[in-house]
């Protein structure tokens, strides 16, 4: 007889609320006549999102005391809640911008085509997102990788899903190799920390390499440095960035929309988590890893991005560059470095998110990739978008327009504390580099006349009578993107707040 | 009004006048009507605020205060002294006059443009009045975004290449400081401008003055300044030479030299001799220069490091006339700039070679350049005479050379300012002049005359700026005691 565990079910409702809707959507797929898909589909995956949204605020309110349950298999405490919450808030947003804008550019043409994976969509959105929310929770070795497996083959599918598009295929294989061999080095460094400790739970690693002396042990050292490249694939750090640029492009502009921010944050948030309590006396360790991580990854995103025309290409090495920034609140291990790590995360998902919403809105009204030069006079054509765009890029940028700038300000704080001036040095030099790019975003929609576009957009495709495809719904998102973005420049005490609590789960 | 809001009012106002011109779909008119009436209520809170002011008691004013973010001491803090409250005033009416004008001329694309002059207007408020470092960064940052719009969509053919420029110095600059601004509030523990202490750190007082430097800017930090003053529309380039470029001597005055005493000693000459150099090199480069709006450019330089030249003189004498200079320098400039803008509408151009005999038959054209030029010469009895008198008598006491160097470049001014004048006004009539060149409109009048009008009541009493901005202590004095 084998004896189970005591289940905390209340604590996994996010992760099963998530799966639920995500078999109710794929339901749809084959009981739902084909006109009412995509509006039954959508809603299952906002019911699944609201749902696992209000569960993960009552598990936030309800957690303080932070402990594991399913037998030392998951925790349930607020930094998981939190970064659940932040889930759930990113795939609802992702829901309304699919709505509209799946499958992407390349299929409007085809009404009959149209709706033909729309509800294995939704699904594969709500399982990559309760893979997610797994991931965040995780309390040992087994239930990471099994998450991050979880929500990876989901994101391999999305990325390949709108097959006949322009490199949607390749950038599925591409994510999946590079994915596979990221995940397999996770998985062996997850065995050689399992061979020297004979623990799996991250509590257990840490006690067992405190009592046994184990912190110089080659199997230990081999064995973080290979989950911390195995995350650093997840996190699109450089150097295991290769995959993201062409991804980013060739998936459909929702999927990258919903990777470059939901995967971010749910790696991220896990990364910080797997290092500070499973292997608290490494720090000297992984703490100078990630800060090089953290340059190599601010030098590499921005100065590759200087010569991109594509805007998901450019958005792509900025998703790199910001995680560098993002790990550099990371590498410092700290409680100031948790709390900047956790707020900063906050505007930068919604920014990432909002600016791969824009992308998607100006790639259905052309019919082709975007381009630096077929963004000219956006800004004028679609005001909101283009505010929001600039909102967004300056945000990303630094400047005080949204909570991108308290973000940086607070890593490089962290930074400070830990006593790396030098790295806020190379994070001031880079954000310099950056500007170039950023502002050439907004150039482009903003200071060239749109008469110089030699594109006409294509006709009775998206664009029905020359105005642009009413779009309500992806407005509607960027909307919220937007209110996020600028509201954290102000309610920066609330929500540091709440990732302070958050962080006070962590052993720091 | 209570007082005590009037400071937040002067800096959020704008910016709600801004998102509700974003938000109303307006007419043209409507929009610059609702601008100028947002621009003008700015001047009358201000004139409120200016009267309630106290200037026998020392210390920060109509103070507010509230947490921004507690767990590393960052609050939202902001209040007025004599001088910033004298920079405030010549942005409120530097930024009306600047809006009429855009009103005037009819910007198109308006409700941008007239949403970004108001952004404008707060962000730059907002850097002359909060007391909160991390708050005074955003809003010195904030400035730039609305400018690189400014510039980036109404300027001229080459107003691309420009805004790069412009943006990366300036970014290079700032962002410089916001990594010596973490050292200083982290190391302090507080934010906070007025509870902070002192610091001895060289490499934090260089942190912070190379923001203030390339903002001003000094020699040799200007390579942003001919191509943003030239390509600018002739309004935005006004507030960037009048207004925002007070902003980085402002930063030094307030920041640099209050909070870093020792290293400002230490780096006292090196600091003298840039602004000596940006003040002979400027004069130079503006006799040299072949377009009205190339003078005025260079004069600026110039005239930043003459300030400059007061600012780190150390004396009391020098505090006075540098803040008395900013306000008359930011006055004459954005007269200058705006005149040069009505000479352009009417003759295309403002190359000197095209221009000339503009004087006659345009009486009022002439008589304002004429008064503006030579009150910017520095002519005894005008005002920026006695703010040149007060920074050249109060480096004198530092040493006898810098004002020689001083007043050999105001021979300088009188050089360049009275070649632009006979250039414009007077000499042959020029190629672009032509009979249907009107003379000033009304509009135009009504957006010049009363900078002028202030420029001759300062010229009348300048010391209602010269001993108005550190009372009730001597200049050096406030300093010490950091404007507690």
């Not at chain 1, 936030?60 to 925790?75: E, L, Q, R």
């Not at chain 2, 400039?333 to 003759?347: D, H, K, P, Q, Y």
């Not at chain 2, 070649?419 to 002049?433: D, N, Y």
Request: a neutral charge; charged letters at 10%; glycine letters at 10%.
């Amino acid at each position: 007889v084998i004896n189970t565990p005591p289940i905390d079910w209340f604590g996994l409702s996010p992760i099963l609320a998530l799966t639920g809707a995500s078999f109710c959507a794929l339901l749809c797929a084959v009981l739902v006549p084909r006109t009412a898909r995509r509006v039954a589909a959508a809603g299952c995956s906002l019911a699944g999102f609201t749902a696992g949204l209000v569960l993960a605020i009552w598990l936030y309110v309800d957690s303080a005391n932070g402990h594991t349950i399913a037998a030392d298999a998951f925790y349930r405490d607020r930094w998981t809640a939190l970064g659940q919450v932040i889930l759930c808030c990113i795939g609802l947003a992702t829901t309304l911008l699919a709505v509209e804008h799946v499958p992407g550019w390349g299929r409007d043409a085809d009404p009959a085509r149209r709706d033909n994976h729309v509800a294995e969509f939704f699904a594969l959105l709500l399982a990559s997102g309760a893979g997610m929310a797994s991931f965040v929770g995780a309390a040992n070795l087994m239930v990471l990788f099994l998450s991050l497996e979880w929500f990876s083959i989901a994101l391999y599918v999305m990325c390949a899903i709108d097959y006949d598009l322009e490199g949607a295929l390749e950038a599925g294989l591409k994510y999946l190799i590079v994915g596979s061999f990221g995940a397999g080095t996770l998985l062996f460094g997850s065995a050689l920390v399992y061979g020297a400790t004979g623990k799996i739970s991250f509590h257990g690693i840490s006690s067992a390499i405190g009592s046994q002396g184990l912190t110089g042990d080659t199997f230990v050292v081999v064995g973080i440095a290979l989950i911390v490249a195995g995350l650093g694939f997840k996190m699109s750090a450089a150097p295991f960035h290769m995959w993201t640029p062409d991804v980013y492009e060739g998936a459909p502009t929702t999927v990258t929309a919903w990777m470059s921010s939901a995967t971010k944050v749910a790696a991220l948030l896990l990364t910080f988590r797997v290092m500070t309590t499973a292997f608290p006396d490494n720090q000297h360790l992984w703490g100078w890893a990630f800060a090089i991580i953290a340059t190599i990854s601010l030098a590499i995103g921005n100065f590759a991005a200087l010569v991109q025309r594509n805007v998901k290409r450019i958005l792509a090495y900025s998703a790199i560059a910001q995680a560098g920034f993002l790990l550099i609140g990371l590498s410092t291990g700290s409680a100031l470095g948790g709390r900047a790590l956790m707020y900063y995360l906050i505007p930068y998902s919604a920014a990432a998110f909002g600016s791969f919403a824009i992308v998607a809105a100006r790639e259905r009204e052309l019919g082709v990739p975007v381009t630096l030069d077929n963004l000219a006079g956006f800004g004028w054509e679609r005001p909101f978008l283009g505010v929001a765009m600039w909102f967004f890029v300056f945000g990303f940028a630094g400047l005080p327009l949204g909570g991108g700038f308290v973000g940086k300000f607070y890593v490089f704080a962290a930074a400070y504390q830990h006593g790396w001036v030098w790295l806020v040095i190379v994070g001031v030099l880079a954000t310099l580099v950056s500007l170039y790019y950023y502002l050439g975003i907004v150039r482009a929609m903003y200071m060239r006349p749109s008469e110089e576009l030699q594109l006409p957009p294509r006709s009775g495709v998206a664009v029905s009578g020359g105005s642009p495809a009413r779009e309500t719904l992806l407005h509607l998102a960027v909307g919220a993107a937007l209110v996020v973005s600028v509201g954290s420049l102000f309610a920066v005490q609330p929500l540091i707040d709440l990732a302070r609590d958050a962080a006070s789960a962590l052993p720091l | 009004v209570n007082a005590t809001s009037l400071t937040s009012i002067l800096i959020w106002l704008p910016v709600a006048g801004a998102i509700l011109i974003w938000l109303l779909p307006l007419s043209r008119y409507a929009t610059g009507s609702l601008a100028l009436l947002f621009s003008l209520a700015e001047v009358a809170f201000w004139i409120e605020q200016a009267a309630r002011f106290d200037f026998s008691q020392p210390g920060l004013q109509m103070e507010e205060r509230a947490n921004w973010f507690g767990d590393l001491g960052v609050s939202y803090h902001v209040g007025v002294y004599g001088f910033s409250l004298w920079l405030v005033g010549l942005t409120v009416v530097g930024m009306a006059a600047c809006t009429c004008y855009g009103y005037w001329v009819g910007r198109d694309r308006s409700r941008a443009y007239f949403g970004l002059m108001l952004l404008l207007t707060g962000a730059t408020v907002g850097v002359f009045e909060s007391q909160d470092l991390l708050l005074f960064y955003a809003f010195f940052e904030a400035m730039l975004i609305p400018l690189y719009f400014l510039i980036g969509v109404w300027g001229g053919a080459r107003r691309l290449e420009a805004t790069i420029k412009f943006v990366i110095y300036t970014m290079a600059g700032s962002l410089l400081m916001l990594a010596a601004i973490v050292v200083y509030g982290l190391q302090a523990g507080t934010f906070d401008l007025v509870d902070g202490p002192t610091s001895a750190s060289r490499w934090l007082f260089l942190g912070f003055m190379v923001a203030f430097v390339i903002k001003a800017p000094l020699f040799p930090f200007h390579g942003w300044l001919p191509d943003a003053y030239r390509e600018a529309p002739p309004e935005v380039a006004a507030v960037l030479s009048g207004v925002i470029a007070k902003a980085g001597l402002y930063g030094m005055l307030r920041i640099a030299i209050t909070k870093f005493p020792d290293p400002t000693s230490f780096y006292r000459t090196t600091v003298l001799a840039l602004a000596a150099a940006a003040l002979v090199y400027g004069s130079l480069l503006a006799f040299r220069s072949p377009d009205f709006r190339g003078v005025v450019a260079y004069s600026s330089l110039a005239q930043s490091g003459l300030i400059a030249l007061g600012l780190f003189a150390g004396t009391d004498l020098g505090f006075d006339g540098a803040v008395l200079q900013m306000v008359a320098h930011g006055l004459i400039s954005i007269s200058l700039f705006l005149v040069a803008g009505a000479v352009e509408r009417r003759t295309t151009t403002g190359e000197f070679r095209l221009l000339g005999g503009m004087a006659r038959g345009r009486p009022a054209l002439a008589t304002l350049l004429m008064i503006v030029g030579v009150i910017s010469l520095a002519v005894p009895g005008s005002a920026s005479f006695a703010g040149e008198f007060l920074i050249l008598a109060g480096v004198f006491q530092r040493a006898w050379w810098w004002s020689a160097i001083g007043a050999g470049a105001i021979v300088l001014a009188a050089m360049y300012m009275l070649r632009l004048i006979s250039a414009v006004l007077h000499e042959a009539r020029g190629s672009t002049v032509s009979d249907e060149a009107l003379d000033l409109r009304p509009g135009e009048l009504a957006l010049v005359v009363p900078l002028v009008a202030g420029l001759l009541f300062l010229s009348a009493w300048p010391a209602g700026i010269s001993s108005h901005s550190f009372t009730p202590d001597s200049p050096t004095a406030a300093v010490k005691s950091q404007f507690k």
